[in-house]
């Protein structure tokens, strides 16, 4: 696999309001596999779009692992999974169970390197996500508990050979009285004279279909209107032999009912 698309995959890494996917997929019989771990703590959270002080500590930390299989040029599944811990100082116990489970297949219908139109490499994505079977109704829990369907249009386009742009809109669905949401993400990507080394700065967010907030009983947990939008920083490195490893920090800019915490995530990854 070219390099610079083999760094360009490691730097758009799924968590958080990170992208579902990515356009461009990995070559015929190619295969990545990958691992990340996600952290944040704080004692603000978003209160509607009030950032207040819980007077205790909530952290969570997920395990993330995931995997991509090219079945030809224009077709590719992938699959994630994980293991979460999450903790909030006033509960007697610690949330810990598996995360969500997910299943994709994407097709790519243009691909900027084969087709000399100047139109950027453009893919869909369809994605069936398994709720866990993890409790829902405490605020430092790990997920909403719902499964659903996600679709995602993913757009991306080299400029030169530094920089790259890439975007990602998906509409989720989700069951058990969870609001459906839209998620985007815009980010541009730079690869530096080291032709391994990249770099990636991007903004991101999700807006939930919902009129309730926190306060309105402990069932609504997961189906209150969860906001945010997201400052994305991130660098990855990938090795001649197909590894590639990298970290990013989000800051978060604007939140509603959701923690008010950055998250650090370091992944690794290999593509063979």
Do not use: C, H
Not at 153 to 159: A, D, E, T, Y
Not at 218 to 239: A, H, R
Request: hydrophobic content about 35%; proline content about 3%; glycine content about 12%.
């Amino acid at each position: 696999m070219n390099k610079r698309i083999l760094v360009l995959l490691f730097l758009i890494n799924p968590s958080l309001v990170y992208a579902e996917g990515s356009p461009w997929l990995p070559g015929d019989g190619a295969t990545s596999i990958g691992a990340s771990i996600t952290s944040g703590s704080t004692e603000d959270f978003f209160i509607g779009e009030t950032s207040t002080n819980l007077g205790a500590d909530l952290s969570g930390t997920f395990v993330w692992l995931n995997a991509s299989y090219g079945y030809d040029d224009i077709w590719a599944f992938d699959a994630s999974t994980g293991y979460a811990r999450s903790e909030f100082e006033t509960n007697q116990e610690e949330q810990s169970d598996l995360a969500d489970t997910s299943f994709g297949v994407s097709y790519q219908f243009i691909n900027e390197f084969e087709a000399d139109n100047g139109l950027p490499t453009i893919s869909a994505r369809l994605g069936y996500t398994l709720g866990g079977d993890y409790e829902t109704a405490q605020i430092d829990a790990i997920g909403d508990g719902a499964s659903g369907f996600d679709l995602s249009v993913l757009l991306g386009k080299s400029l030169n050979a530094d920089f790259s742009i890439y975007s990602d809109l998906t509409y989720r669905q989700r069951d058990s009285g969870v609001p459906d949401a839209v998620k985007f993400l815009l980010s541009g990507s730079y690869v530096s004279p080291i032709p391994q080394l990249g770099f990636q700065l991007g903004l991101a967010g999700i807006r939930s279909d919902s009129d309730l907030d926190f306060g309105g009983g402990v069932g609504e947990f997961s189906q209150v209107d969860k906001d945010s939008d997201w400052l994305i920083t991130g660098v990855n490195y990938g090795f001649d032999n197909g590894v590639g490893i990298g970290f990013s920090y989000s800051a978060i800019l604007s939140g509603k009912n959701v923690p008010d915490s950055d998250i650090a995530s370091f992944n690794i990854g290999y593509s063979f």
